[in-house]
C-alpha cells in the first residue's frame, strides 16, 4: 500500500475550510454534538457521554448581529463566534460550552444562552488560580457537576467510559507531538500552513477519525528522508489562536521556516502531562489545571515569559511571532513581559495584531520580511 | 560614454517612487523621484530610466536591482526584494555612520527603526493598517486648509501655540479642523496642532523602539520643519535630515544591490 502524504493534507486543508462539514453531517445522524468555545472545556467528558466535541472557530465576514450585542473592544474571535450563532449557521449543536476565562468569553456565554435558542448553553466554571489544592477541589467539583448534567439527557458517564475516552485523547495528543517533533528535526516534511491544517482539524474531526490519519500522515512523513539542509532562518509561533491559515503561509513567505508553536489551539493543548491512576475526574481535573496556564488565568509561580523563551529554545528558534488578536488584553499584557524576557535572551519577537476578518494586510508583508531579514543577517545570510 | 559596472535601488511608495543609481564604489551616479500614480510597474520603469538617462548609463551597465517600498515585488526589473525598513536603515547609515535610529514617515507609513554599528536593523516599529498620522494625513490636510504641502511646516513655527487636535484619523482631524475653522482658529494655530498630532503618534512608536543618537530623519514627512522640531522635543534628542530624506531607502536598495552582486561574484570565483 503506498501513502500518499500530500492527499493526506490536502484531507486537513479540506476540513479547515468547511469547519463544520462533519460534525453538521453526524448531527443530522443524530449524534449529539457539543461546540466547544475555550481550550478549557474537558473534551473528553463529552466524547464519553456520546457527544461529537468540536471546537467553535471564529469567521471572516461581516457581523451585523454581534455588533448590536457587544462592545467594539470585543475580540473578532469572540464577534464572529457570536455572529455565528446568533446566524443559525450551528444550529446543529445540542450544546454550547463556555469556560469562565476572559471577560468577553464570560459574557458572550451569557449573551448566547438568551440570545441562541435551540441549543443548551453550558458554563464551564474554572478556577482563576490554577495551582495549588483548593483550585483541583474547586474544578474537580465542577467537572461532577458538569457531568451529572451530561448524565441528566445523555445517560450516566461510567468510570471506564470516562477512562477509555481519556485514554483516546491521551493517545491523540502523543500521536501530535510526534507530528511536532518530526517537524522541529525536519522542517522540510510539512510546511507551516500544513501543520496549522492539521492541528486545526483536530479541533473539528471526530478524534478517532483524526488520529488514524494522522498516524497514517506520520508514517508516511517519517519514511520520507529528510530534504537538504534548510538555511532560512526558524520561527517559533505564539498566541492564541490562528484560525486563518493565511497568515501562517504569509509568515513562511516572508522566507522563514515555522517550526514549533505555543498556541492555545496548538501545541498547548497536546502538552499535557499523562493522567494518573485512581479516580479518572481527579486526574482530569489535575491534567486540565496542567495546561500551560491561559493568560487570562492567575498562576503563582509561572512565568509566560520564562516560559515563551524555554519553547523558543527548545525548538532551536532563531526569533519568534507572536499572534496578537486585537482586542485581547490578557495576552496582550503577557506580551509586554515575554518580549522583555526574549530581547534579554536576544532572540528576537515580532508582534502581530490579526483580526479574523482581515486579508492579509501589506503592513503585516512589510514587517514579517523585515523581521526575517534581522534574522538573516543575524545568520550572516 | 564607456559603460560602468552600476547598481540600482528603485522605492515604490505610495506617494513616490524613487531610484538611486551607484557605481562600484558606492559613488552615487544619479537619483530621481516620481508620483507612483495606479500603474507601480510602469512608475518603476520610468525612474529607472531616467537616472539611467541621467548618468549617461544604459540598462546592461546594470549589475543589479534591488527594489523597495509597499509596491517593491511590482518592479520588473528587480534582481531582488527588500523591505524598506532594511534599505532605510542601510541608507541612513551610508550617509551618517554613526546613526543608530531612523525615523520614517513616508506616504502611508511611520516607522521606528534601530540599528547597530553596521547599519543592520536590530529592531523596529511600524503603524498600524491605516494611513493616520503619515505624509497622506499632511497631504490632505494642506488641501482642507488650501495651504501649500511645502508651507506646512514654516507656517506652523509661526504659531504662537498649537491648536488642539485629539486625532490623527485623517476622517477625524479633516472634521476637527473644519470645527476650528468655524470656530475662527487661525491656519498658522491649526497647522502647528497638526504638525503636534504627527509627532504624539511617532513618539510613541519611538519610545517603544528606543532612540539612540543619532537619530535621522527619513521619507517626505522629514521635510517639514515643525514635526522635525516636534519630534527632537519629544524624544529629547537632535535630528538629523538628510539633504534628499525621501531617497534614503532608495539608496539603502542601490547599496543592497551593490553587496547582492559583489556576493554572488566571490562565490561565482571561488565555484570556478
Not at chain 1, 95 to 111: E, G, I, K, Y
Not at chain 1, 140 to 155: D, F, I, Q, S, Y
Not at chain 2, 14 to 42: N, Q
Not at chain 2, 145 to 163: C, F, M, N, S, Y
Amino acid at each position: 500500500m503506498s501513502i500518499d502524504s500530500p492527499s493526506l493534507l490536502e484531507t486537513f486543508e479540506q476540513v479547515c475550510a468547511n469547519p463544520y462539514q462533519q460534525a453538521r453531517a453526524a448531527a443530522e445522524q443524530g449524534v449529539p454534538v457539543a461546540g466547544l468555545m475555550c481550550s478549557y472545556s474537558p473534551q473528553e467528558l463529552f466524547h464519553a457521554a456520546g457527544y461529537l466535541p468540536v471546537r467553535i472557530l471564529g469567521r471572516a465576514g461581516a457581523t451585523p448581529r454581534a455588533d448590536q450585542l457587544v462592545q467594539t473592544y470585543s475580540c473578532s474571535f469572540a464577534r464572529s463566534a457570536l455572529d455565528s450563532g446568533l446566524a443559525g449557521e450551528l444550529d446543529f449543536l445540542r450544546l454550547a460550552v463556555f469556560s469562565h476565562t476572559c471577560d468577553t468569553l464570560q459574557n458572550v456565554a451569557d449573551l448566547w444562552k438568551r440570545n441562541c435558542p435551540g441549543m443548551q448553553t453550558l458554563i464551564v466554571s474554572t478556577p482563576n488560580q490554577t495551582a495549588g489544592a483548593a483550585a483541583q477541589t474547586y474544578f474537580r467539583k465542577e467537572l461532577a457537576r458538569v457531568r451529572a448534567e451530561l448524565a441528566a439527557t445523555a445517560g450516566p458517564i461510567s468510570d471506564d467510559d470516562l477512562r477509555a475516552s481519556m485514554v483516546l485523547h491521551a493517545r491523540h495528543r502523543a500521536t501530535m507531538q510526534r507530528l511536532y517533533a518530526l517537524r522541529r528535526d525536519n522542517p522540510g516534511a510539512l510546511t507551516g500552513r500544513q501543520m496549522m491544517a492539521v492541528v486545526t482539524a483536530s479541533f473539528l474531526m471526530p478524534k478517532e477519525e483524526h488520529l488514524e490519519k494522522l498516524t497514517e500522515l506520520l508514517g508516511a512523513l517519517e519514511q520520507h528522508p529528510p530534504g537538504q539542509a534548510d538555511t532560512r532562518p526558524r520561527v517559533l509561533v505564539a498566541g492564541s489562536v490562528c484560525q486563518d491559515l493565511g497568515f501562517i503561509g504569509a509568515i513562511e513567505d516572508a522566507g522563514c521556516r515555522i517550526v514549533d508553536d505555543d498556541l492555545c489551539m496548538g501545541a498547548r493543548s497536546f502538552l499535557v502531562p499523562e493522567a494518573a491512576e485512581g479516580d479518572p475526574l481527579d486526574a482530569l481535573a489535575d491534567q486540565y489545571l496542567a495546561r500551560t496556564p491561559c493568560p487570562a488565568f492567575h498562576c503563582p509561580g509561572f512565568d509566560p515569559g520564562t516560559h515563551l523563551l524555554e519553547r523558543a529554545q527548545q525548538a532551536g528558534a532563531d526569533g519568534v511571532v507572536f499572534l496578537l488578536t486585537k482586542f485581547c488584553d490578557p495576552w496582550a499584557f503577557d506580551y509586554a513581559h515575554a518580549k522583555n524576557t526574549l530581547d534579554e535572551a536576544d532572540i528576537p519577537a515580532l508582534m502581530l495584531e490579526v483580526e479574523q476578518n482581515l486579508p492579509v494586510p501589506e503592513q503585516f508583508r512589510t514587517r514579517t520580511g523585515a523581521f526575517v531579514e534581522i534574522l538573516q543577517s543575524r545568520a550572516g545570510l | 560614454m564607456s559603460a560602468t559596472r552600476c547598481f540600482a535601488g528603485v522605492d515604490v511608495g505610495s506617494a513616490t517612487t524613487k531610484a538611486v543609481l551607484i557605481d562600484e564604489h558606492a559613488v552615487a551616479l544619479a537619483h530621481t523621484l516620481l508620483p507612483s500614480g495606479g500603474r507601480l510597474a510602469e512608475a518603476a520603469e520610468r525612474v529607472l530610466a531616467k537616472v539611467l538617462d541621467q548618468a549617461g548609463a544604459v540598462a546592461v551597465d546594470v549589475a543589479a536591482v534591488v527594489a523597495t517600498g509597499y509596491g517593491r515585488d511590482c518592479v520588473p526589473a528587480r534582481t531582488k526584494s527588500v523591505t524598506e525598513i532594511t534599505c532605510h536603515a542601510r541608507g541612513a547609515h551610508a550617509l551618517h555612520p554613526a546613526v543608530r535610529s531612523v525615523i520614517d514617515i513616508g506616504g502611508q507609513d511611520s516607522k521606528a527603526i534601530a540599528l547597530d554599528a553596521n547599519g543592520m536593523v536590530r529592531r523596529f516599529e511600524m503603524n498600524d493598517k491605516c494611513a493616520a498620522g503619515t505624509g497622506r494625513f499632511l497631504d490632505v490636510m494642506a488641501r482642507t486648509l488650501d495651504v501649500a504641502l511645502d508651507e506646512i511646516g514654516p507656517v506652523a513655527l509661526t504659531a504662537e501655540r498649537p491648536a488642539s487636535i485629539s486625532s490623527t484619523c485623517t476622517v477625524f482631524a479633516e472634521s476637527e479642523v473644519v470645527s476650528l475653522l468655524a470656530q475662527g482658529e487661525t491656519v498658522p494655530h491649526i497647522l502647528s496642532g497638526l504638525c503636534l498630532a504627527i509627532t504624539h503618534r511617532i513618539n510613541s512608536l519611538a519610545s517603544r523602539v528606543g532612540m539612540a543618537p543619532e537619530v535621522m530623519m527619513t521619507g517626505g514627512v522629514a521635510k517639514n520643519v515643525a514635526v522635525v522640531k516636534g519630534i527632537e522635543q519629544a524624544i529629547g534628542l537632535p535630528v538629523t535630515v538628510p539633504d534628499e530624506p525621501q531617497i534614503v531607502g532608495a539608496l539603502g536598495a542601490a547599496l543592497l544591490a551593490r553587496d547582492l552582486a559583489e556576493k554572488e561574484a566571490a562565490s561565482g570565483s571561488n565555484a570556478g
